[in-house]
């Protein structure tokens, strides 16, 4: 024993400079039992029949983290402090067992170096998983085995005759010495890690600190030398909780970015909750706190500093679902350590909210990709996949982006143009852009798609567009060559709307024909085709014919049932697409909608029940219902996807698509006020009807 001890020392003092990433913590082999739920205390479940239950599957936090790092640096760099790669090594416990020999394969099959890996006189731990299938869900009972043993010579609490097998702080400091980065997780013993910590602080290495593992309080001299503190939200709870409470103390500025982040989570988590738990953490010794939040995305609050980092979950691949969420957070917070060490040279402790956001983003998309296959190491996904996702979810970004480029006649070489940072780009109904011939040129051709961007383009202070479907295509031209269309004359597509044709006057997607019924879904499909090839994530859909104009005519549940099943299913086909419904009264096609009102929108989007389904509000049709769109846009919150402005005298069917504000100011500029304090990131849609307005109405406006 004293000789396998000197022979690790010896290893320890001397590692692998190839290595800049050291992860400490617990390997697992992991056994998967799929169920149908999670049981009640002291219910028995038998596995679900026909499923495969996986067993001796590689796993364990540190390994989980370990490959991860691997598996996401990037080939070929080169770390700028300590003389390290980009690789990760290793520091663990190996089991007595057959299961440690599937290990040591997985960690070196993924080029980590395990050089610094004791053996115990322990069987390896295992863990044991409980899976239900239909949601990807996950609950693990762990038997910490040789993660809790074989860790003597850090443990200071031996007898004082057998202080020989232990290691000095020295030592350990020398062990860790070329590293740029310390890893660590709570499936080991907590001396194990204070040690390590103690010893990177004195070396100035960066220790970032997964509290996810065992029920344990973290005391203050650890917390003190971890730069980042990452627990997800139950565990946060849980380590606040021993801890005196502090008050949620909140400057103005801080409140504000609260609100700002509580509107883009929901109602689903209460984010004065978190930042009252990680104030208590704060103040009893933790630095920065990075609280990851599932499918909402994360948090990372800054120690000493005012700004609240939030990050969406990154929205998966077209086509994929959540298989198994083991491991996902594993990833996340390895993926999180590559892109701190990438971007900041090993300088973590002044690093600015633009590169952390960076961070956030690598491991968000990380963290998604980890949920779409069974099993933690497996599921761990490559460099190149996690950028391809990165890429993907740009696309929205990409579109807010370009709110601060001038466009529609406000070029650059404009010396008039004004340079402030209005937050919102400004559409307009294209068909709009065919009325007032008399305004143009009589040589002017305006029959086509590509003649009403082209005008649109010379209005200033409009830059993007939205296309009707399949209207503005059909024989016209090929989204391609939209797209196209619209870079030459410097817009962007803003939303694809649905119009179905007249062959659905009987209902689109609640045409009594099945037949029917399947063609409207595939043309809602179709597009959104369209939408990803014109570089939009955007589909309004609005049909002027599912409804129905007298009483008796329809079943009303058969009817609302039909839509929500057909969103469900073009939500589910498109996952990085944001369906909405566009509502409306009544029409002269339609006397009574399915979807008659925005309270009854909001309950078809509940039962939709998916989190790319929202609304499209229309100012006209909102005050058609009564009701006040302010109000109306405040209970939609989150869900409010897009928005289009008009006015009118709301008459009985009479649909007047006059200028914004022309007819009802005072509810015009509370609508806008919604919008802000509601953080509306979509697009301003004019959608008027411009035939009978004059330039000299225009000018006295």
């Known amino acids: 024993m004293l000789l396998s001890l000197s022979l690790l020392l010896l290893l320890a003092l001397t590692p692998s400079s190839h290595a800049s990433i050291l992860i400490a913590g617990s390997l697992n082999v992991d056994t998967f039992l ?4 999670f049981p009640s205390p002291g219910e028995n479940l038998t596995l679900l029949p026909n499923c495969e239950h996986l067993v001796d599957v590689p796993g364990g936090k540190g390994m989980n983290q370990a490959i991860a790092a691997c598996k996401l640096q990037l080939l070929g760099k080169t770390a700028t402090t ?27 099959e993924h080029d980590v170096d395990i050089s610094l890996c004791g053996t115990s006189e322990h069987p390896s731990g295992r863990g044991y998983v409980m899976l239900v299938p239909k949601t990807g869900e996950v609950s693990a009972v762990v038997s910490g085995g040789s993660n809790q043993h074989g860790w003597d010579h850090f443990d200071l609490r031996v007898d004082a005759d057998d202080t020989t097998k232990v290691w000095s702080d020295e030592q350990i400091e020398e062990m860790i010495a070329s590293y740029s980065l310390v890893l660590l997780q709570c499936e080991i013993p907590h001396f194990v890690n204070q040690r390590l910590a103690r010893a990177a602080k004195k070396r100035n290495i960066p220790v970032l600190l997964d509290v ?7 005391d203050r001299a650890l917390l003190e030398c971890c730069d980042y503190l990452i627990p997800n939200e139950s565990e946060l709870e849980r380590l606040s909780s021993s801890f005196s409470q502090e008050s949620d103390i909140q400057q103005d500025g801080e409140r ?11 109602e689903g988590m209460d984010v004065s909750s978190i930042t009252k738990a990680v104030c208590t953490l704060q103040k009893n010794g933790a630095n920065h706190v990075l609280v990851t939040l599932g499918s909402h995305g994360s948090i990372l609050f800054r120690k000493n500093k005012k700004q609240i980092l939030y990050q969406p979950a990154c929205t998966l691949p077209s086509g994929s679902s959540v298989v198994d969420e083991t491991g996902a957070g594993d990833c996340y917070r390895a993926a999180f350590a590559v892109a701190l060490l990438e971007h900041c040279a090993g300088d973590v402790t002044n690093v600015d909210d633009d590169t952390l956001r960076k961070c956030m983003k690598f491991a968000s998309a990380a963290g998604a990709l980890a949920v779409t296959k069974k099993g933690a190491v497996p599921s761990i996904p490559s460099r190149k996949e996690v950028e391809e996702l990165m890429k993907s979810n740009a696309r929205e970004e990409n579109i807010q982006s370009t709110t601060a480029i001038p466009r529609g006649g406000m070029m650059k070489s404009d010396e008039n143009r ?17 009325d007032r011939r008399d305004l143009l040129d009589p040589s002017t051709p305006m029959t086509t798609p590509l003649d009403f961007v082209r005008r649109q383009a010379a209005i200033r202070g ?12 059909m024989d016209y031209w090929t989204p391609e060559e939209a797209k196209q269309a619209l870079e030459e004359v410097n817009l962007v597509a803003g939303a694809v709307c649905l119009r179905y044709p007249s062959k659905f006057a009987r209902g689109a997607m609640n045409h009594p024909d099945p037949a029917m019924r399947r063609e409207a879904i595939e043309m809602t499909k179709d597009a959104a085709k369209v939408a990803r090839i014109l570089g939009c994530n955007e589909v309004v859909v609005w049909s002027a014919y599912d409804g129905y104009d007298y009483p008796f005519q329809v079943n009303y549940k058969e009817k609302w049932n039909q839509i929500v099943s057909a969103f469900q299913e073009c939500c589910d086909a498109y996952p990085d697409i944001k369906w909405s419904l566009e509502y409306k009264p009544t029409d002269e096609n339609t006397r009574f909608f399915t979807v008659p009102s925005t309270g009854a929108a909001m309950l078809m989007v509940k039962d939709i029940n998916r989190p790319n389904m929202g609304l499209t509000l229309d100012m006209g049709h909102m005050l058609m219902s009564g009701e006040n769109p302010g109000q109306s846009i ?9 928005i289009q402005l008009n006015d009118g005298y709301t008459r009985l069917a009479a649909e007047d698509g006059m200028m914004f504000g022309s007819i009802h100011p005072s509810m015009a500029l509370e609508a806008l006020y919604q919008l802000r304090i509601n953080n509306f990131r979509g697009h301003l849609y004019f959608d008027t009807f411009p035939q009978r307005t004059g330039k000299n109405l225009v000018e006295n406006v």
């Open 34 to 37: 799929p169920i149908a739920r």
């Open 82 to 108: 300590h003389g390290g790669g980009r690789r990760a090594a290793f520091l663990g416990q190996f089991g007595n067992d057959a299961a440690a020999d599937i290990l040591r394969k997985s960690l070196t």
């Open 212 to 218: 996810g593992g065992e029920d344990r309080k973290l």
């Open 256 to 266: 504000e970015q609260l609100e700002n982040i509580q509107s883009q989570l929901g």
């Open 418 to 434: 004004l340079d402030d940072d209005f937050p919102f780009m400004f559409g307009s109904r294209l068909n709009s852009m065919k």
């Open 462 to 473: 409009l830059g993007c567009v939205d296309f009707n479907y399949p209207q503005h295509f």
């Open 634 to 642: 405040s209970m939609v919150g989150d869900k409010l996807f897009g």
